[in-house]
């Protein structure tokens, strides 16, 4: 039976052992589906996060996929091309129950202009990164990977603690939002601008966001007062980042850590200009995106100046992965790229290991599944720091949402005797049901993306996309359960390509195969990526784990 789901009643949280399906693989496929909707922005538009990142193309396409996910057999597989079912198709029953390609564009016409275009005529939509692959799992997804940044700058700046430390941000949306609980937890007192109230009261409702303050006075007070006590909290504004940033400069406060989290790559659908209201933004998407986008660029320059204002005066800011330097660098910004992007800046050594964000859902439901796994956890990786402190806190702090579900920050190796311990717990009958894992796209080996993932890599190879195709034709050939290759879309378009993966742990011989060739592959490709672009730990990491990294 499906659980009551709060948020978006029409959007029951799929649980409980009764099968659909005609097994337990399509069964999770179609759970995390429903999961994802669930879990989501905006359901029922099919809107998962990032103001466009969709489940799957329109509702008639939807229904095809959980038509052939309900009644496919374990020898077929699922073609969905940007969000709509194409075909079903005799494999045998190794091969992947589903595999996508999601918002592919040619290169010559990967802009934003012929993505919106191909949108309206029902042609393409944006999978996002883990919205259009049944991934998400909530702002829970992105917490711990913010929150290793802000530990990171602790340890690079203020010996390793964020108490009594200040950090600005903006956006909490269905990524940004997991910032003022990342900043809680790390210590902060954090303050997170937000344009529209209904996203504020959602991320307080569910326990992400303290409080509200009601104007930047009152904002800035609380702020003060907690850094004085150095008290862990976060204060959310509603106003425009492009007003408030510049003002908080102008009044000479200097945050400890500054970044933002609006959707900025998306000038139509995402970013809000200054000066407009959400009801004139939401009529001018319809009736003029052009004048719309030339707002937004107009209203990025004085945010990122506010930033690199902020940079100049001691903070530590960073670009959080929205694309806002590079709308900036557009709109004149000349010097937009002194503000450096999170993942080089404070990252790269983990993906050197493949180390990065891993998660896993119980599919029957049961949040004592997540607890027992935790647990787990903490026993096979009772040295790695990183591992247990974020359980640790992620048990005390982190609430569900949707299926229970835990990331965790692990690498190669790791990732592959978790999820084998996994599927043996749930052979014994010790976990109440299955539990799906996949990982985030922000991977060692899965992404290629010049302005977030692989800016500045040492051997220059930045732009190059062969690393994500091939991991994900390496995922086919390893039995994975869903495989798939994103894109950009929006202003995303020709930013990015990306691979997905999910695995299914059953409890079956033939699910620890899976697991054991496809999580083990997944991260030797990382390893890899970075051993070819010649960093001595990825390096170290392929000649200490045999991974079979080719050294010419
Ligand atoms: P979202 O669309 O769900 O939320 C964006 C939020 O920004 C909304 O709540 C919106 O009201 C707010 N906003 C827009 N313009 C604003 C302005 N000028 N001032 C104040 N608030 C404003 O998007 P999301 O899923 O939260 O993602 C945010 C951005 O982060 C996107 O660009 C996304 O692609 C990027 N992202 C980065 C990572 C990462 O790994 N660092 C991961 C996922 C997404």
Redesign the pocket.
């Known amino acids: 039976m499906p659980r009551p789901n709060p948020r978006h009643p029409n959007f029951p949280i799929p649980s409980g052992p009764e099968l659909r399906a005609k097994g337990w693989r399509q069964e999770a496929l179609l759970r995390l589906l429903e999961n994802v909707l669930a879990v989501g922005?905006d359901p029922e538009n099919l809107v998962v996060?990032?103001?466009l990142g969709r489940a799957a193309r329109n509702w008639e396409a939807h229904a095809g996929i959980v038509k052939a996910l309900t009644e496919m057999g374990e020898d077929q597989t699922l073609l969905v091309q940007s969000g709509k079912p194409v075909g079903l198709l005799k494999t045998h029953a190794k091969a992947p129950l589903v595999i996508m390609a999601n918002c592919n564009l040619v290169g010559q016409w990967a802009k934003a202009e012929y993505f919106y275009d191909l949108q309206k005529k029902g042609l393409i939509c944006w999978g996002g990164?883990t919205a259009g692959c049944w991934q998400y799992i909530g702002s829970q997804g992105?917490i711990q990977?913010t929150y290793e940044i802000f530990m990171r700058i602790a340890e690079k700046r203020f010996n390793g603690s964020l108490a009594g430390r200040f950090i600005l941000t903006?956006?909490?949306?269905?990524?940004?939002?997991a910032q003022p609980l990342a900043g809680r937890m790390g210590g902060a007192a954090t303050l997170v601008?937000?344009?529209?109230p209904e996203?504020a009261k959602m991320r307080k409702e569910i326990g992400y966001l303290e409080t509200i303050a009601s104007d930047l006075d009152e904002a800035l007070a609380l702020i003060a007062k907690a850094v004085e006590e150095k008290r862990a909290t976060s204060v959310g504004l509603v106003a425009?980042?492009?007003d408030v940033y510049p003002e908080i400069l102008r009044r000479g406060v200097i945050p400890d850590i500054v970044t933002d989290?609006?959707?900025?790559?998306d000038l139509v659908y995402?970013?809000?200009?200054?000066g407009l209201s959400l009801e004139e933004v939401r009529r001018m998407r319809e009736e003029d995106p052009t004048a719309l986008m030339a707002l937004s660029r107009a209203?990025i320059v004085p945010?990122v100046e506010a930033m690199l204002g902020f940079q100049k005066a001691g903070a530590e800011v960073f670009d959080?992965?929205?694309?806002i330097r590079t709308q900036a660098k557009e709109g004149g910004v000349t010097n937009a790229f002194d503000i450096p992007i999170?993942t080089e800046a404070y990252l790269r050594p983990l993906f050197c290991r493949a180390i990065g964000p891993f998660r896993w859902m119980a599919l029957s439901g049961e949040e004592s599944d997540i607890a027992r796994i935790d647990d787990l956890l903490l026993e096979m990786f009772a040295d790695n720091k990183i591992v247990t402190n974020w359980i640790s806190l992620a048990r005390q702090n982190v609430p569900f949402e949707g299926l229970p579900s835990r990331i965790a920050w692990l690498g190669h190796g790791e990732r592959t005797r978790l999820a084998l311990r996994v599927n043996e717990l749930v052979a014994s009958g010790e976990l109440k049901g299955p539990v799906a894992f996949s990982r985030d796209h922000?991977d060692a080996g899965g992404m290629a993306h010049p302005n977030i993932m692989t800016e500045n890599m040492k051997d220059g190879s930045d732009a190059i996309a062969d690393w994500p195709l091939l991991d994900a034709m390496l995922m086919c050939s390893s039995m994975a359960d869903l495989v798939t290759i994103h894109s950009g879309g929006g202003g995303y378009a020709g930013y990015m390509t990306s691979c997905g993966v999910t695995i299914v742990a059953d409890g079956t011989e033939e699910a620890a195969a899976r697991i054991d060739h496809a999580i083990t592959n997944d991260t030797s490709i990382g390893v890899i990526r970075y051993a070819d672009a010649g960093y001595e730990e990825a390096l170290d990491e392929a000649e200490k784990a045999k991974i079979g990294h080719i050294k010419l």
């Open positions: 922005e996060y990032a103001a990164l992105v990977g903006a956006g909490m949306g269905g990524m940004g939002g601008v937000d344009i529209d996203r425009n980042a492009a989290q609006t959707s900025a790559h995402g970013y809000v200009p200054r209203s945010h959080n992965g929205n694309l999170f922000l």
